[in-house]
């Protein structure tokens, strides 16, 4: 299935709760979503500044883009306190239909509900965590490659919703996910031979360690380590003896010499320098 833009724009508005109550003009509704988006969107008020007035431009720009001038906020206010009411019963006959192995039930309950489902999670890592269950059914359901190919558009939708929950923070936000997620389709990537995805992934991972953990961290050694897979896979050996002897050092640095990383950095180097 395709994810059509258009589709996911409407999800990352639900997402945001953009409702408001009683009759206020579009005008004074953006006015107050200026201060109250970066909340609302992944509602994790606890790793949000509530009080800040800095909304990011770009961030404004997208909601204007994407409601139009005919966007009723009543409905969508609807929406939420019907999704709020409605999806509960829904996930709990989810879950008892998968642990029962009643697969295509359970899948149904998903497909049938998807949007109403992302918009009651309350965090984007809820959401994740929720799609990362439906990727299960996908690998019980389907063959390799079809679950491979579904379980990548899942995970593209979860990583777009995470970066639009970055985009809108205001105190530098990440959700707790986004690493093992960013990891996870660079595999997916690497499994479906997608190289130039992988390298974006490859950049956004070392890029997220760089500015989390630092140069002298276990995640940058993890970083540097999968730039020198890609590149290994993709034919470039001499760069990816040079990724992999970095990716040796920051795991020295970092203090875990002689772990089992360490020695596949060391294995891989001495298997490639024979090439």
Known sequence: MKINPYILAIVIICITNYACKGKETKQNHLDDTKNKTAILLDKDTSNLNEQSNIFPQK???????????????????????????????????????????????????????????????????????????????????????TALGKTIELMELSELMAESAILFATNNYIPEHYGHLIYNLFSLYMEAGDWKKAQNQCDKMLNFAIEIEGEKSHAYAIALFNQAMLYAETGKMPYALKKMEESKTVYELAGMKETKEWENCVSMIEEWSTK
């Open 59 to 145: 961030a404004l720009d997208l909601i204007e883009d994407a409601i139009g001038e005919q966007v009723d906020v009543r409905a969508l206010d609807s929406l939420q306190n019907g999704v709020d009411k409605n999806i509960p019963p829904l996930l709990d006959d989810f879950y008892n239909l998968k642990m029962q192995g009643l697969y295509k039930e359970a899948l149904s309950i998903y497909e049938d509900n998807t949007g109403d489902i992302l918009v009651y999670l309350k965090t984007t890592t809820d959401k994740y965590q929720f799609l990362l269950e439906v990727v299960d059914l996908y690998n019980k359901l389907y063959n390799d490659e």
